[in-house]
């Protein structure tokens, strides 16, 4: 599909469940069709042979990944499960367990693990859909003493989506979701990305004792490819955008859903065109965040960082120097605009011989979230509640209105490692 639209295919085989809901026989066209509290109740009262069919039913599965219940639904109606439902759902149906907003995140890790393993066992397989498992599997290897990986979605439709976990997300203090941009997939990036996640990882820990208050214990970061990136076939369409950031809002809700009473602060770090996926979630009225940093943003439809659900003065912008893209406005509005609002970090090289120089500046596109940099040290800061220490941050209120439509580079004349996050 190119730019006038967008599907996710699926490639799952179709299955024929039958269902028996109190006495009652139902066919899987019948399950097939129940969404919502209905679709949560239909799975917890199938035997194991019918779960293990409706597992592999595309469309139990598009329901259950693209038109879910609400995380508020399932956490409700999982922890009002018997344990012994749990485990058989967790063993006969992974696929769906392991991609619901909701349930918890160590059950969601062991059932997309269990997935990850029978795909790379089936012989002989798929070679494109055993090509993005192991880059998968890849992206989850730990060395002795690295922070826990969990594996909070799987999704190997179509060109797939995954979301890996570094720290916990139940008892953080801190998490930072990292959104993409153009040219992503989990084939081609999932450990780089995740790679790149755990730096910001390991800067917020080394800042951890500079961190605001806040509920919890230590940080997490979680490497969020959770939606389709654009390429150079579809960028002219926005359709990508709004359906990631339908995903995003319901990711961040599911965090907040698991933990409620004990809210972590919640920092959204968005690149490139995952800037302007992650500010058309955060103008819509159903997310919110303790922070917003892009970098590197081709612009939004959002006029103004008033119309953001981010906490007041908790908007930042990253431009590096000869970064094609900041600033171009390609897709609206600048964020960098005076008349935005946000708050503009310094990347500049800092003076010799001043506090500053133990940071490089980043430069071009892909540089944001390399250790040593500016930028990395900025959005941990930011992350862990100070952003207030970043370094000359010039916060932009508003004047005259420049933040329309400016003029913008071709696209097509920019090549997909200029724009990728890391080389």
């Not at 293990?52 to 009002?80: I, L, N, Q």
């Not at 970061?221 to 369409?237: E, F, K, Q």
Request: avoid cysteine; charged fraction near 20%; charge should be negative.
């Amino acid at each position: 599909m190119h730019s006038a639209g967008v599907v996710e295919a699926s490639v799952l085989p179709t299955a024929a469940p039958t269902v028996v809901v109190s006495g009652t026989v139902r066919t899987d066209d019948t399950v097939a069709g129940e969404h919502g509290r209905a679709f949560l109740d239909d799975l917890a009262r199938l035997t194991p042979a019918q779960l293990d069919a409706a597992d592999r039913d595309r469309r139990v599965v598009a329901t259950a990944m693209d038109t879910p219940p609400t995380a508020a639904e399932v956490a409700t109606w999982w922890a009002g499960l018997d344990s012994a439902v749990q485990a058989q759902l967790e063993r006969s149906a992974p696929v769906v367990v392991g991609n619901l907003d909701g349930v918890p995140y160590g059950v969601r890790d062991r059932a997309n693990r269990a997935v990850l393993a029978a795909g790379l066992a089936a012989d002989p397989g798929d070679a494109s859909e055993r090509a993005m498992l192991g880059q998968v599997r890849d992206a989850l290897h730990r060395d002795p003493g690295d922070p826990p990986k969990s594996l909070v979605t799987l999704d190997t439709r179509g060109a797939g989506r995954a979301a890996i976990a570094i720290g916990d997300l139940a008892t953080a203090a801190d998490v930072s979701v990292v959104v993409p941009g153009m040219f992503f997939t989990v084939t081609g990036q999932m450990p780089d990305f995740t790679a790149t996640s755990g730096a910001l990882y390991d800067e917020q820990a080394t800042l951890a004792p500079v961190a605001a208050p806040g509920h919890g214990t230590g940080v997490a970061v979680l490497a969020w490819m959770g939606y389709r990136t654009p390429d150079l076939s579809n960028i002219l369409s926005l359709d990508l955008a709004k359906t990631g950031a339908q995903r995003l809002e319901r990711t961040v809700d599911g965090i907040r859903r698991l933990r409620e009473g004990d809210q972590p602060r919640i920092g959204i770090v968005a690149h490139s065109y995952g800037s302007t996926t992650a500010m058309m979630a955060l103008a819509s009225g159903r997310m919110r965040a303790d922070s917003l940093t892009v970098l590197g943003s081709p612009g939004s439809e959002v006029r103004s960082a008033s119309q953001l659900a981010v906490a007041a003065d908790q908007m930042f912008v990253g431009q590096a120097h000869l970064d094609p893209i900041a600033g171009s406005g390609y897709f609206g509005t600048d964020p960098a605009a005076a008349s935005f609002g946000a708050t503009v970090l310094d990347l500049s090289e800092p003076a010799p011989g001043t506090a500053g120089d133990l940071f490089r500046r980043p430069v071009g596109h892909n540089d944001y979230l390399k250790p040593g940099t500016a930028s990395l040290h900025d959005v941990a800061l930011i992350a862990l509640g100070r952003g207030d220490l970043v370094r000359g941050g010039t916060h932009r209120s508003g004047g005259h209105d420049d933040g329309g439509v400016q003029p913008s580079f071709d696209l097509y004349l920019v090549r997909p490692q200029d724009l990728q996050l890391r080389d």
